[in-house]
């Protein structure tokens, strides 16, 4: 399975971004759909989840009001929209999912086994 995750860059605070992530090789419909993170010198962190009837999970709750998840079948696509982004949210952003098993979002990080490559979001004045 190859995920691809796609849409970061260079964004003030305050700023937005909306990445994206699809497989060529997957319907993403079926499927739940996992967002992380790792900054610098950090640990990889779980963002958000949607499950494959568009329920959302948050991992993390200082992202909670600023970040959402949704699906666009029709394009085979999950986003990530990120509002008010912070430096703090300076980080490589991965997709990520998992065979299916009725786990939906409610599985550990280490229970999603297939990644995307990453994309770099950089929050800077």
């Known amino acids: 399975v190859q995920l691809q995750a796609s849409g970061g860059g260079l964004v003030q605070p305050g700023g937005s971004l909306t990445l994206s992530c699809t497989a060529s090789?997957?319907?993403?419909?079926?499927?739940?759909i996992g967002w992380f993170r790792q900054g610098p010198g950090k640990e990889r962190e779980g963002v958000l989840c949607?499950?494959?009837?568009?329920?959302?999970?948050y991992y993390l709750d200082s992202v909670k009001g600023r970040f959402t998840i949704s699906r666009d079948k029709a394009k085979n696509m999950v986003y990530l929209l990120l509002n008010s982004l912070k430096p703090d949210d300076t980080a490589v952003y991965y997709c990520?999912?998992?065979?299916?098993?009725?786990?939906?979002?409610?599985?550990?990080?280490?229970?999603?086994?297939?990644w995307g490559q990453g994309t770099l979001v950089t929050v800077s004045s």
């Open positions: 949607i499950t494959s009837n568009g329920r959302s999970t």
């Open positions: 990520a999912t998992a065979p299916l098993d009725g786990l939906g979002c409610a599985r550990s990080r280490s229970s999603f086994d297939w």
């Open positions: 090789d997957l319907t993403l419909d079926y499927y739940a």
